[in-house]
């Protein structure tokens, strides 16, 4: 069993590298061989929407070390992934390596199916961080790994996160979870859920559709809002959720493989319509 910790902030010593290390150190207790690794120590570029990856299922003709990282998780049996939290929600770093992850997700890849994954983000200001683990959520369940918890772990400053001792004792259990969920051969969500958790996310944040309709933005499932006098909670559909593989394979052969013919067939009339927008290119002057 090999665990492997995946460090989103360039801050080296910083506190998502000390709570990667914390869960690292239980998943080592527990018996597992563990390694950590800095996304910052890649060269990940941004996805340049060629779509070659999803049209021709070849690998991604950018030529940086995205591949690389990709393959690097498949050799490990279990993720523990820490992000710091940049304006509310994960550092970039992190979207711009899933934003590269399609073809691993559709093309060639796939392969971390239902593997654990622990998930931590941390942050100065409890409340300034809505969109950190909903967005490591969506990382992880894109990717095809089952969470088995998450939480926020609170410190300004590098190192400070000490201070929050409840929450990297959390890490170090965490990190041991993992690695008892992956001797069991199947991992499962031990976190804690509100009577709102999406059931496969586990997250809160939802949209709301109408008056009494929710949806997971995440996992595309939704549900309808309850009440009774003993309080309120959704009752989800029981639909798949968009991450399972049958339904990302659905997706990619039925929503966007058949853009491409019709882009085609479309191409001239589309360029004929476009000619004022090409023709239309304000230029910007610096003011300062
Ligand atoms: C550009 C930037 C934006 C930040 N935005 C937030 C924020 O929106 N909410 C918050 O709670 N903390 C925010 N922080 C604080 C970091 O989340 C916090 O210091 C975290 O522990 C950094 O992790 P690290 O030491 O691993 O880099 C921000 C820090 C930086 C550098």
């Known amino acids: 069993m090999n665990v492997l910790g ?17 869960a690292l150190m239980g998943a080592q207790e527990a018996g597992a061989e563990v390694a950590m690794i800095r996304l ?16 021709k299922k070849t690998e991604c003709p950018v030529q940086d070390e995205a591949h690389r990282l990709y393959r690097i998780l498949v ?21 711009t390596l899933l934003d590269r992850g399609m073809g691993f ?14 998930s931590m983000a941390t942050a100065g200001i409890p409340g300034w961080e809505p969109y950190a683990l909903p967005i490591n959520a969506l990382f992880l369940r894109a990717l095809g790994y089952t969470i ?38 199947k991992a499962e969500y031990l976190g804690e859920e509100t009577p709102y958790s999406c059931p496969y996310c586990h997250n809160t944040l939802l949209l709301f559709l109408d008056e009494e309709r929710v949806k997971c933005p995440n996992c595309g499932i939704v549900g309808k809002l309850r009440t009774n006098g ?21 997706h990619f052969e039925h929503q966007v493989l058949p853009s491409g013919p019709r882009f085609m067939k479309r191409r001239r009339e589309i360029r ?3 000619v004022h927008y090409r023709q239309f290119s304000p230029p910007c002057t610096e003011k300062s």
């Not at 080296?12 to 000390?18: A, D, H, L, R, W």
């Not at 570029?45 to 779509?51: A, D, K, T, V, Y």
């Not at 991450?243 to 990302?248: F, N």
């Open 40 to 55: 910052t120590d890649y060269r990940i570029e941004p996805c340049r929407g060629c779509m070659s990856c999803v049209f």
């Open 272 to 274: 004929e319509k476009t």
């Open 105 to 118: 997700m559709y093309g060639y890849g796939r392969g971390l199916e239902g593997r654990p994954a622990l």
């Open 230 to 250: 003993q309080g309120h909670w959704v009752e989800w559909e029981k639909t798949p959720n968009r991450w399972i593989e049958k339904e990302v394979i659905w």
């Open 148 to 185: 088995v918890d998450q939480f926020m772990v609170y410190g300004q400053g590098p190192g400070e996160v000490v201070y929050h001792e409840e929450a990297i004792m959390r890490a170090r259990k965490g990190g041991k979870t993992v690695v008892e969920q992956l001797s069991k051969g």
């Open 75 to 95: 050799d490990y049996d279990a993720l523990i992934l820490g992000t710091p939290t940049y304006i509310l929600g994960p550092t970039g770093l992190l979207k």
């Open 6 to 22: 995946l460090v989103c902030s360039y801050r080296k010593m910083g506190n998502t590298e000390i709570a990667v290390k914390e």
